[in-house]
C-alpha cells in the first residue's frame, strides 16, 4: 500500500472547524483513501473513505485533491469529544488481504 | 449489543506462560483480524481470517497461534510469553474482505 503522511498533533479549539491534512504522492489509481480514529482507551473506529469525489456523512467530511496526491478530513464543529489520533490510510481496492496499514496518525487536540 | 467483543480487557502474567484472547463479533462479518499496538502506538496486522481461512500472517513470531473455530469467533493463543509481547491486541471484523474495519476495545497484555 502507498505510504500517508500526517503532522504529528493538531490543536484546534472547541466548536471551531478542524482540517486534518494527509499528504499520499504515490497514491495509484486503484487507491481507496480511509479515515479512521483512535480515541483513548479504545481500539479504531471507522470515520469516512472516498475514491475521488467529495464524501459527506454524519461524523465528518472528506476533502480530495484533483490529483489525489493529499486529501484533508474536516470536522465541522469540534468537541471535546473529537480528540483522537486520526490515521489516514490508503488500500488498495484490488488487495485480497484487506489489511489495513496505520501509520502514525495526527494526535488532535481540542482546547475547551 | 457490543459488535466486536474481546476478552479479557487486563490480562497480566509472567514470562514463559502461555495464554489466550478470545474475540467474538455479532456482526455476521466473515472476515476477522488481530492487530498488535505497541508502547509507541504503533497498530500492526498480526493476522487475517476470512471465513475461518487464514489469509494473511505478517511476520508473526509463530508462538502467536490464531484459531477460528466458526466465523464468528477468532481466538488468539500466545505460547511462551515474552516480555516484548507486551502491548495492546486488538480483534477487528469486516463485512468481506474490502470492507472497512469494526474494531474491538482492545486487551491490554501486560507481561512481568
Known amino acids: 500500500d502507498a505510504k500517508t503522511t500526517q503532522p504529528n498533533s493538531m490543536e484546534s479549539n472547541e466548536e471551531e472547524p478542524v482540517h486534518l491534512p494527509c499528504n499520499h504522492s504515490?497514491?495509484?489509481?486503484?487507491?481507496?483513501i480511509h479515515w479512521y480514529r483512535q480515541l483513548p482507551s479504545q481500539g479504531p473506529e471507522y470515520v469516512i473513505h472516498?475514491?475521488?469525489s467529495n464524501v459527506n456523512n454524519r461524523m465528518a467530511s472528506l476533502a480530495i485533491a484533483e490529483d489525489r496526491k493529499s486529501s484533508t478530513l474536516i470536522l465541522h464543529r469540534a468537541t471535546l469529544r473529537d480528540a483522537a489520533v486520526y490515521y489516514c490510510?490508503?488500500?488498495?481496492?484490488?488487495?485480497?488481504?484487506?489489511?489495513?496499514?496505520f501509520g502514525t496518525g495526527t494526535s488532535l487536540t481540542v482546547i475547551p | 449489543d457490543t459488535a466486536v467483543s474481546q476478552t479479557p480487557k487486563y490480562l497480566v502474567t509472567q514470562m514463559g506462560n502461555d495464554k489466550s484472547i478470545k474475540c467474538e463479533q455479532n456482526?455476521?462479518?466473515?472476515?476477522m483480524y488481530w492487530y498488535k499496538q505497541d508502547s509507541k502506538k504503533f497498530l500492526k496486522i498480526m493476522f487475517s481470517?476470512?471465513?475461518?481461512?487464514?489469509?494473511i500472517n505478517e511476520t508473526v513470531p509463530n508462538r502467536f497461534s490464531p484459531k477460528s473455530p466458526d466465523k464468528a469467533h477468532l481466538n488468539l493463543h500466545i505460547n511462551s510469553l515474552e516480555l516484548g509481547d507486551s502491548a495492546v491486541y486488538f480483534c477487528?471484523?469486516?463485512?468481506?474482505?474490502?470492507?472497512?474495519?469494526?474494531f474491538g476495545s482492545g486487551t491490554r497484555l501486560t507481561v512481568v
Open positions: 456482526l455476521g462479518h466473515d472476515t
Open positions: 472516498g475514491l475521488t
Open positions: 481470517y476470512n471465513n475461518k481461512e487464514l489469509i
Open positions: 504515490t497514491i495509484s489509481g486503484t487507491d481507496y
Open positions: 490510510i490508503l488500500r488498495d481496492v484490488q488487495d485480497t488481504g484487506n489489511q489495513f496499514y
Open positions: 477487528a471484523s469486516s463485512l468481506h474482505s474490502r470492507g472497512g474495519y469494526t
